[in-house]
């Protein structure tokens, strides 16, 4: 479990293609601090796990189903990435609870700058619009972030593609801390919505196979 609040941008060193997975070599140095193998680290909100590690970096394989439902597949040597330690029992909660398990992949539309502060728009994928409202938590590339906006309705346009779009209001510290500052318009970034409304939605949805002892 994380809270999204980025500890330090690191650098990929390495990808090795492994079959269907990708073995991963983050440069970093912050979150190495007393890490161990086996160890979780939040890698652009995605959640990894530690398998080696130097002075300098880790490593962490990532499988098929990671690089299907993230951005990780199309980093390259080089690539900023957010990283962030697991969230120790009885530490501040100063962001969300963040799970580290990416819902999806969305794109930014454009950068509005304000006096001290920008609003970026992101796609919304149709899929996760529901779990999207003004003012909740939504966790973009592993960083807790506050919507500030949000599309009332998506509809479905050419290609399956969803019109939403939410929007989110960055100020120069988490510009400046984390690989969001970097972004250009059509670049992807992984999201996680706030787990919360998924177990609402689940426990509100009738499910006629339900096993559960009454009376």
Partial sequence: MFTGLVEEVGHIARLEAADDSVILTVNADTVL???????????????????AFTDESFQADVMKESLDRSNLGALSERSPVNLERAAELGSRLGGHLVQGHVDGVATLL??????????????????????????????????????????????????????????????????????????????????????????????????????CMTD
């Avoid at 890490?35 to 979780?40: K, L, M, Q």
């Avoid at 919304?124 to 599309?151: D, F, H, M, Q, W």
């Fill in 33 to 51: 601090d007393g890490v161990h193998t086996g160890d979780s680290i939040s890698v652009n909100g995605v959640c990894l796990t530690v398998t």
């Fill in 110 to 211: 454009e950068r509005t700058p304000g006096s001290h502060w920008e609003v970026f728009r992101f796609t919304l994928p149709a899929a996760l619009s529901r779990y999207v409202v003004e003012k909740g938590s939504i966790c973009v590339n592993g960083t807790s972030l506050t919507v500030s906006g949000v599309s009332a309705t998506g509809t479905l346009t050419e290609g399956n593609t969803s019109d939403a779009w939410f929007e989110v209001s960055l100020i120069p510290t988490t510009l400046r801390d984390t690989n969001l500052g970097t972004l250009e318009p059509g670049d992807s970034v992984n999201i996680e919505v706030d787990v919360i409304a998924k177990y609402v939605e689940k426990m509100l949805t009738p499910d006629t196979g339900c096993a």
